[in-house]
């Protein structure tokens, strides 16, 4: 991935969760009160950080068969509420392992 890009998906993320937390404090004068409003806000700054870096998962090793390993071992270390450096290191180690074995 150039630099130009990386840049680019960088300032556009910033911009996103910039305006999904100032949206509410130009038109809400009042307290929000509506829990779904609310949860909605919350929320859509990581929805967009997730889409926008889930599909370079796949393309981070190399090999994608070794991502989906990674993944998929991540995916259920973080299911079974493992802290985030175990998570990583669960499937960073799968990753290598499994990249020795192709």
Known sequence: MD?????LMII???V??????MIPLVFFRKKITSRYVKSLLYYIPYAVLSAMTF?????????VWT?????AVALI?????QSLIVVAILSCIAVLVFGFII
């Open 3 to 7: 630099l130009a890009k990386m840049a």
């Open 12 to 14: 556009v993320m910033a």
């Open 16 to 21: 996103v969760t910039y305006l999904i937390r």
């Open 55 to 63: 599909p370079y998962i796949f393309y981070s090793t190399g090999n």
């Open 67 to 71: 991502a989906v390993i990674g993944t």
């Open 77 to 81: 270390a973080a299911t079974c509420r």
